[in-house]
């Protein structure tokens, strides 16, 4: 409002000084035209900011995550569980685990994931075929093969708020016997 009118009073000390110069809003008018032009500018640099804000919510996953390990419900436990996901290219992410177990083992990781719903190789897992698929902005469903059998299955459901998203994980470990766990993440 203070724009506005310090722009009002600008226009009126121009039209003392200008002959036929007017501030009063018509179509004709300087200041319209004016001030239409600072409006389409500003909806242009609001509109390709709301763009970006669009395209950096789209991938929820991108961050640190920690593991809750005392709301989380695991098949094998572990001490800690550190996960840091960043995009390297459109629907590809680079997806870096860092685990201790509960016998204190130390574990790194480190996959390329691909989203968008065909298998691809997936190196250094005991599952090397997975394939990735978003079903929903707060929704991706994983899936890892050996053989062409299921080893897993995950269900990566993303909370509103973007702070914390849950892994339910149902799947065969190496002795052959099903499993299901729950792992809850909250972003660092």
Same mark, same amino acid.
């Given at each position: 409002?203070?724009?506005?009118?310090?722009?009002?009073?600008?226009?009126?000390?121009?039209?003392?000084?200008?002959?036929?110069?007017?501030?009063?809003? @018509? !179509?004709?008018? @300087?200041?319209?035209?004016?001030?239409?032009?600072?409006?389409?500018?500003?909806?242009?640099?609001?509109?390709?900011?709301?763009?970006?804000? $669009?395209?950096?919510?789209?991938?929820?996953?991108?961050?640190?995550?920690?593991?809750?390990? #005392?709301?989380?419900?695991?098949?094998?436990?572990?001490?800690?569980?550190?996960?840091?996901?960043?995009?390297?290219?459109?629907?590809?992410?680079?997806?870096?685990?860092?685990?201790?177990?509960?016998?204190?083992?130390? !574990?790194?990781?480190?996959?390329?994931?691909?989203?968008?719903?065909? #298998?691809?190789?997936?190196?250094?897992?005991?599952?090397?075929?997975?394939?990735?698929? $978003?079903?929903?902005?707060?929704?991706?469903?994983?899936?890892?093969? !050996?053989?062409?059998?299921?080893?897993? #299955?995950?269900?990566?459901?993303?909370?509103? @708020?973007?702070?914390?998203?849950?892994?339910?994980?149902?799947?065969?470990?190496?002795?052959?016997?099903?499993?299901?766990?729950?792992?809850?993440? #909250? !972003?660092?």
């Amino acid at each position: 409002m203070r724009i506005l009118l310090s722009d009002r009073l600008y226009c009126c000390e121009i039209e003392k000084r200008i002959p036929g110069f007017s501030s009063v809003p @018509n !179509r004709d008018s @300087n200041f319209v035209r004016w001030k239409g032009n600072h409006v389409r500018k500003a909806l242009a640099i609001a509109a390709v900011l709301s763009f970006g804000m $669009v395209l950096g919510a789209a991938d929820p996953i991108v961050g640190t995550w920690k593991l809750n390990v #005392e709301k989380s419900q695991l098949h094998n436990p572990v001490r800690s569980y550190l996960m840091k996901i960043e995009e390297t290219a459109p629907n590809t992410y680079r997806c870096v685990f860092d685990v201790v177990n509960a016998q204190g083992e130390k !574990r790194h990781q480190e996959i390329i994931r691909i989203s968008d719903g065909m #298998e691809h190789p997936v190196e250094g897992v005991n599952a090397p075929v997975g394939v990735t698929e $978003v079903v929903s902005p707060s929704l991706k469903k994983v899936v890892r093969k !050996r053989n062409g059998k299921l080893v897993f #299955e995950l269900d990566v459901q993303f909370s509103d @708020n973007g702070k914390t998203h849950t892994v339910t994980t149902t799947g065969t470990d190496v002795s052959g016997k099903s499993y299901k766990e729950l792992h809850v993440f #909250e !972003r660092q």
